[in-house]
């Protein structure tokens, strides 16, 4: 997937990984439950889109008053044709997930592009805190494996 996405490693969450190895072991495909989390992380993003906010929950950089004025007075940020927040996907592999966006501006949006300009305007990631989508993803996968 080119543009941007997030790949999300566990190294630390021992019991975590205990329980996902043991499901693997027993034959059972985690293809039903990352489907889930995929849905899940694309509701979660396109909503981060409508409050125009990080991962962590933190507001983007204001446009420029003359990119509001390029914009005929539109300043909603990163959504002026809804492409980049529709187009948002995951891809199944085995037993990976990959989320993001197959942009090419998708990039210089998450991680900005100074020659240019461009703030960094993150808007992939997981996010943390009242709103955790760790939290979530963990219960995703509760359910499907307590379901086994």
Not at 95 to 120: K, P
Request: net charge negative.
């Amino acid at each position: 997937m080119a543009g941007s996405f997030i790949k999300v490693e566990l190294t630390n969450e021992k019991p975590l990984i205990n329980l996902l190895t043991s499901y693997i072991k027993q034959g059972q495909s985690l293809e039903p439950a990352l489907a889930e989390i995929g849905e899940y992380l694309i509701e979660s993003h396109q909503e981060r889109f409508q409050l125009e906010v990080e991962p962590d929950g933190t507001p983007w950089e204001p446009l420029s008053p003359k990119t509001i004025k390029q914009k005929g007075g539109d300043d909603r940020i990163l959504q002026s044709s809804d492409t980049m927040r529709d187009q948002l996907a995951y891809q199944l592999s085995g037993n990976e997930l990959e989320f993001g966006s197959n942009l090419e501006y998708a990039a210089t949006h998450q991680f900005g592009r100074e020659a240019d300009g461009i703030v960094a305007r993150p808007f992939i990631g997981l996010a943390t805190g009242q709103w955790s989508d760790v939290d979530e993803i963990v219960a995703i996968l509760q359910d499907h494996l307590s379901e086994n």
